[in-house]
């Protein structure tokens, strides 16, 4: 388990060597090279993403207050995460404004999701209040 790090960067190593010639030979079949490490190197991390979701389940079973809130959480770091992965590609790809359209919607998705939490904050002061 501790040796999928020595994986991806060996991989990671390969594809930017494999890019510094690719560029000089053939430009145009560089970003299907970024794209296609980027997506092992993703399909790699699935197995642990896996393992901190069932940890993440067993939190939230556990909880006592704060279930309805935990969801909504987990929903926005995978938005912010998955919003930063396909912005660098977009970057990557050399598509900058496709990337800050990307980041955009990620925040405004993000703002909306976190809606409830902001209502209940604002309904719990108007009641203290």
Aim: glycine share 6%.
């Amino acid at each position: 388990m501790e040796y999928e790090i020595i994986k991806i960067v060996g991989i990671a190593i390969i594809a930017v060597m494999s890019l510094g010639v690719l560029r000089n030979i053939k430009p145009e079949y560089a970003i299907y090279l970024v794209l296609a490490s980027c997506l092992v190197i993703f399909v790699m991390l699935l197995g642990k993403l896996l393992v901190v979701f069932d940890y993440l389940k067993s939190i939230y079973e556990g909880l006592t207050y704060g279930q309805t809130f935990f969801p909504v959480l987990i929903k926005v770091i995978a938005v912010a995460y998955i919003t930063d992965f396909t912005s660098q590609l977009c970057r990557d790809a050399g598509e900058g404004a496709i990337a800050t359209k990307t980041e955009l919607a990620g925040k405004v998705i993000i703002f909306c999701l976190s809606m409830p939490i902001l209502v209940t904050i604002i309904e719990t002061l108007n009641s203290i209040l």
